[in-house]
């Protein structure tokens, strides 16, 4: 058996169903031994597609994904979708062919080496968790089950399996052990001394708060919280990656924090006494770039920081309690600590009153701005139709700029509902392509990639890769001729936008058509001409289940920023 063959058999042991990728000639014996196997391969036109397809399919599926690419150009164009999934904690395994192994040094065809020795590993090593080299073809399966078992143990991310072409195609030992993956992984639990510690804090705190990041994890984790904030009437804060952890509906949640957060949020996390922070790094947008006069002050408050990874507990502020465990199965210990400790729990119904009114607030104004008929479209209205047109369980894949940033801050989420985003990296084009993903692993829901004409048009190759595989994505252009974030931006600091807005040589607006691109490809293609086509088009959209591009013209107009962002003090010459 070649190591190609063994490869493949130890991929569909270890559940893995689909492989997304690019073909070079260093991956082409691996690829041969796939379209032998039951694992489809999932053609892309460039690899940074690939890579953000397979990460949503790892986010949408809880399985981990993996993507396939080519020596040198080909490993280096997947570098940003790769990164995109390791910043955002997301189980990724990238397997990367390499020139022959007796060839090192002498700059073989496309070999990345010119003023140091060549390893292309090191490429990825400063955000992958691990990165193996292949060196010997008895070293290929235990190196897979170590790539497997890190990319999704621990704090889960992105891992690089690097193997040279001629060791694909050479005999593996016939005595050469099996590597199954560990049967019963388990996650670190919280020390029952500190789950009463914490419990009594919680318990004796005047102005509580629990924010929330994105490593919660499943339903157990969230119900557990949820019960949590319930039983003591604590209000929920929380950042953008964990936006839909629990309902926007929900009485005790507060909405987001930091530079794109709510006002009303800002505040309450400003004057808490008390916060237990859940799998949460505390990033800069959400923590209005650590400045205290905006939404975090630690101290006087006090920072309860629960994570998985240890690097992360006082990262960014200083802790009174800090625990290395597992964020949703900590929930639960608190919670038995917190009834056993108050068991009539507690009645904060100011608390309710306050967020209730804020939130109404919030979602009424931007439904009273969602009814305007301006056209181009104000982009609330896009969001209102979006959400009025959509069943409740669709799936919101979105790029960067408004689609992300005010879904995540007005845009009210179904409890059914999903939100996917790209929070680290902050990726552009990252929408199209994973949105694709998330579709092959639930390929009955409702896939939207709300998007911008900036990020549409860094992942063309998206449109033609849901055709060939018939995806039903719904590739939704909130299109205002722009880099509309950055213009505004730039507008805002220096008076004028250069160099971020899309003009024809004479300096007019301009766009390509992207219905008729999407019509190009075999997808259907909706033009929107005047507000209320924008309505018929997604419910069309939604019941033909094929390949759809909507290209809506939008003004450009920036999100609202209750928070704060140092850059706009560095534009103004104001340092720290």
């Not at 955002?88 to 003023?115: C, F, K, T, W």
């Not at 975090?296 to 309690?321: M, T």
């Not at 709300?450 to 860094?458: Q, R, V, Y």
Request: aromatic fraction near 8%; charge should be negative.
């Amino acid at each position: 058996m070649t190591a190609a063959d063994a490869l493949v058999a130890q991929l569909a042991g270890y559940g893995v169903e689909y492989v997304f990728g690019t073909c070079g000639h260093t991956n082409i014996a691996l690829l041969d031994a796939i379209g032998r196997s039951p694992i489809e391969f999932v053609i892309a036109r460039h690899e940074q597609t690939a890579a953000h397809a397979a990460d949503g399919y790892a986010r949408a599926s809880g399985k981990p994904g993996v993507v396939l690419m080519h020596v040198g150009p080909g490993m280096m164009n997947g570098v940003t979708g790769v990164a995109t999934a390791a910043l955002d904690s997301v189980p990724l395994i990238a397997i990367s062919g390499d020139i022959p192994s007796y060839m090192y040094g002498r700059h073989p065809h496309q070999e990345v080496n010119l003023h140091a020795d060549a390893d292309q590993t090191a490429i990825y090593r400063p955000f992958v968790k691990r990165a193996w080299h292949v060196h010997r073809v008895e070293d290929l399966p235990r190196f897979t089950e170590r790539a497997f078992w890190t990319a999704t143990s621990g704090r889960p991310g992105a891992v690089l399996l690097n193997v040279p072409m001629d060791v694909f195609s050479r005999e593996l030992p016939d005595t050469l052990a099996g590597y199954p993956l560990p049967r019963h992984p388990t996650r670190p639990d919280l020390a029952p001394d500190d789950a009463e510690l914490i419990a009594a804090a919680l318990v004796s705190a005047e102005r509580p708060l629990i924010y929330l990041g994105g490593g919660l994890g499943g339903p157990a984790g969230r119900a557990a919280l949820r019960a949590l904030a319930e039983h003591l009437d604590i209000p929920v804060a929380h950042s953008l990656m964990a936006k839909g952890a629990l309902p926007d509906r929900h009485p005790l949640v507060l909405g987001m924090t930091g530079f794109w957060g709510l006002a009303e949020t800002n505040a309450y996390a400003r004057d808490a006494d008390l916060v237990l922070a859940l799998a949460t790094r505390f990033a800069e947008t959400d923590a209005s770039s650590w400045d205290p006069e905006y939404t975090w002050r630690f101290p006087p408050s006090r920072l309860i920081q629960i994570d998985i990874d240890p690097a992360e507990i006082g990262r960014n502020y200083p802790v009174e309690i800090g625990a290395v465990a597992d964020a949703g199965r900590a929930a639960q210990q608190i919670l038995d600590a917190v009834r056993r400790l108050a068991p009539a729990g507690a009645d904060r119904p100011e608390i309710r009153e306050r967020i209730g009114t804020a939130r109404s607030d919030l979602f009424a104004a931007s439904a009273d701005r969602g009814r305007s008929d301006q056209f181009p479209l104000r982009p609330e209205r896009i969001l209102a139709d979006v959400r009025a047109a959509l069943p409740d369980d669709a799936v919101l894949v979105t790029d960067v700029g408004w689609n992300k940033n005010g879904v995540a801050q007005c845009y009210p989420l179904p409890d059914g509902g999903r939100f996917i985003t790209p929070g680290g990296a902050s990726t552009m084009g990252f929408g199209p392509a994973a949105a694709l993903g998330v579709q092959i692993a639930q390929p009955e829901s409702v896939v939207v990639a709300l998007i911008g004409d900036g990020g549409m048009s860094a992942q063309l190759p998206a449109l033609p890769l849901a055709v060939e595989q018939g995806l039903p994505v719904i590739f939704l252009v909130m299109n205002n001729r722009a880099h509309g974030t950055i213009s505004d931006l730039q507008a805002g600091a220096f008076g004028q936008s250069y160099g971020c807005d899309f003009v024809d040589p004479d300096g007019n607006p301009y766009s390509p058509d992207f219905a008729a691109l999407g019509r190009a490809c075999g997808a259907d293609g909706y033009a929107i001409a005047e507000p209320g086509e924008l309505m018929t088009a997604l419910k069309t959209a939604v019941e033909r289940r094929r390949p759809a591009v909507i290209d809506v013209p939008m003004v450009n107009e920036p999100v609202p920023t209750p928070g704060h962002w140092n850059i706009k003090d560095i534009y103004q010459g104001k340092f720290d």
